[in-house]
């Protein structure tokens, strides 16, 4: 396996007036990273200017040696139309493919508007969903580009509803990111759920977090409440409760021999906090 990190990482260190897009990817050059995940970039006037400024990431990223990996954008295919959306979504594809990326991962949706999480409502979006990610994929296919879901957004959280959508599209250009930190967000416990998409994965994040019981009441910030009332804080790389080396050890056993990305939600400096989990991402690879 090979150690990326996500530009979500560095935080504000992507704004012009700090080291910008192109300043964190040569920090992450220098640091020992050979791979990148991107996130939407900012507003443009037209999708042409969009593309533009990607080919042009895209090249920077080839002239000094730094791997696009996946593209990790934004999607609810229950709540906003689904036609706009899944057009959206697969003009993205294309920003992907102009970064040079191999994949691109996008959400499903947050979950309906009543806050119903349940199976049974889960069950009653899956067509809908199954549909617009199988329509994706299929133009992305076309554009070199693989797509895949993520345990993200609390309402596919669980490993058992991501299988189920994969399972459910049924193409082979289509797979799962299995980020081992985000289980926790359902309350879920990473090495068991792991194992369930193991045989589907395409790409890695590796994410820590803190977590505080629910019972002792909310902390005054940095935290987030997950589905069960507990509460969580992202951690840098191997100081929280994610037991990082046995879910890297989980990849290696399946097989996996792709990107581990970083991916750091913390309070602390994001630069630090990068080069203190690329240490021990380097350790567990």
Known sequence: MKAGVSLYSFHGYKNSDLLGTKGCIEKAKELGFSGLDFIEFGNF??????????????????????????????????????????????????VAANLGCIYMRHDATRGPKNGDRSDESFENVLPALAEAYAEVTRYAKELGVKTCIENHGFFVQEAKRVKSIIDAVGDDNFGALIDIGNFMCADKEPTEEMKILTPHVFHAHAKDFHFRDGTLGAPEKGYFKTLAGNYLCGAILGQGCVDVEKCTNILKESGYDGYITLEFEGMEDPLLAIEMGKNDLSKYI
């Open 45 to 94: 006037s037209s999708r042409a200017e969009y593309i533009s400024y990607a080919s042009d990431i895209g090249s920077f990223c080839k002239d000094i040696g730094m791997e696009a990996v996946c593209f990790c954008v934004g999607a609810d295919f229950i709540n906003n139309s689904a036609k706009e959306e899944t057009d959206r979504v697969k003009f993205l594809a294309e």
